[in-house]
């Protein structure tokens, strides 16, 4: 048998739009005799539709689609996810896919798993299924699974988020092939725990798994694509592309002399950076911009974006904008403009003192005998973030805000100022991992000026400003946070390998600036823990993270 993968990269809602891709591979793939072709979980919707699911007309779209793709399949069946609507006490959905052939459904699968952890919130939509579906099409025994149903193997995890393992179900079933269709959100290293995951289902279970995922950028969530086949023996035969859409088939039995796959994968930053410009250009695109603006400072944040932005989009749909002051350092502006020239990118100069001075003076009316604060060198963010979100509104350019996910975690970063924007690429990159893409993208293509990466970091608010003098070194600062954030350790946790003193200080900092994180433009998730709805943390509240005597 010839089987295909249709990864695709679908639009949220636009249940026509998606329909075609997938009646469109559904015509290739016959036409290179394949009988049997998967689409990704939720293909029809996309993922995630959050609270599209309850647009009752949504939900009858989808549904008379797959009418119309199960009349396409004339010589191949299609396995495809979508919204099940469903009567009775309980929530109005299931999570379900599809196998069509020939106008008719074959089988239906409910996925069984629903997850409700990070990103998560299927509970709130669909009821789940009972167990894992078996249907037997053209000699070959198939099991029916959706993406969560085959992530709570007790043979592979040592902790697992639920008690039911529907993967024991393959015992009784004995499938020949073991279908799951994803919309498995991107983390760095994913794609290698991935690949991991599955080769053990198949050789614990003894069947070839066919795996294939969405591929695309969704609001903040990103899909990797790089769906997998694998054999029973827990080998992987081929994969499909990362961080792009693809077409590609396969026969199964898999032929003797098939060679296997070969396991290299990419280095991390190198990954990261693909995702972000997958990311970057699909949120500005399915959003209906062309363009973006940003400012550029001659710091590593916004060269990286700047880049990030040159190659998702072209360098002529990118402008970067120059905002001096009196604090902005002469190497500052040259690198900035040394950056945009090299990426090939339009630049504009602005200088903000012309403001700065009118707010200087009603300051002194109104603060009269105080001396110059945090609200002068704030004023000056602010100043910035008005001039590129005037030029977003006069050109309808998408406006890119350029913090790092350090300095939002600390609340580094001003409220209506530097937080401005309509979309945060590197808002789930940590300024290491920010130092670690650039130098990656320089390898590339020599872009981002050599002392971008040598000068202290600096907001240049004030004279002789640098990021430590309010900051802990930022690579004691990551490691903290990538245990706080990421892997959920608490204080008493993390005091035992790292200083108590500068752990209690980062996460009190962390914890009240809360409010600032709020109020931010969605950024694009790239770790295992991003901040924005995977992480839900009350404002008002107080959390105490003590030093004990032996601390001090």
Known sequence: MRIAIAQINPRVGDVAQNASKIEKAVREAEAQDAELILAPEMALLGYPPKDILLNSSLISAQEEALKKLAGACRKAA?????????KGPGKPLYNAASLLYQGKTLATHRKVLLPYYDVFDEGRYFEPGNKIT????????????????????????????????????????????????????????????????????????????????????????????????????????????????????????FPSTLRLLDSKTLRLEHEAYDALV?????????????????????????????????????????????????????????????????????????????????????????????????????????????????????????????????????????????????????????KGLVYQMAAYRNSVKSVIPERTFTKPPSAEL??????QDTLPPYDLLDQILEAYIVEGKNFEEIKRKLPADTAAKILTTVDHNEFKRRQAPPGLKISQKAFGFGRRMPIACRIEHKLGESDR
């Open 78 to 86: 299609l396995y495809v996810g979508w919204a099940q609507s469903r």
């Open 134 to 253: 078996s249907y037997r099409f053209k000699g070959l025994r198939l099991a029916l699974t959706i993406c969560e149903d085959i992530w709570n193997d007790k043979n592979y995890w040592e902790k697992r988020n639920f008690s039911h393992d529907p993967l024991e179900e393959l015992k009784k079933i004995k499938p020949d092939l073991t279908l799951n269709i994803s919309a498995s959100p991107y983390w760095m290293g994913k794609p290698a725990e991935r690949t991991r995951m599955l080769s053990a289902i198949a050789k614990g279970y003894k069947t070839a798994v066919i795996y294939a995922n969405t591929v695309g950028g969704n609001d903040e969530l990103l899909f990797d694509g790089a769906s997998l086949v694998i054999n029973s023996k827990g080998k992987a035969i081929t994969q499909g592309a990362q961080f792009k859409e693809e077409f590609f088939h396969f026969d199964f039995p």
């Open 278 to 430: 997958m990311g970057l250009r699909d949120y500005v695109q399915k959003c209906g911009f062309e363009n973006v603006v940003l400012g550029l400072s001659g710091g590593i944040d916004s060269s990286l974006v700047a880049c990030l932005a040159a190659d998702a989009l072209g360098p002529s749909h990118v402008l970067g904008v120059l905002l001096p002051s009196r604090y902005s350092s002469g190497h500052s502006k040259e690198d900035a403009e040394l950056l945009a020239k090299n990426l090939g990118i339009e630049r504009k100069t602005v200088s903000i003192e012309p403001v700065f001075e009118a707010y200087l003076k009603v300051f002194q009316e109104i603060f009269p005998g105080l001396a110059p604060n945090i609200a002068e060198e704030n004023i000056q963010a602010r100043i910035r973030g008005a001039i590129l979100m005037a030029i977003s509104n006069k050109l309808g350019h998408l406006a890119l805000a350029t913090g790092n996910k350090s300095e939002i975690a600390m609340g580094y970063c001003t409220l209506y100022g530097d937080l401005m924007g309509g979309l945060a690429p590197i808002s789930d990159c940590p």
């Open 462 to 467: 004030k004279p002789n400003q640098t990021d």
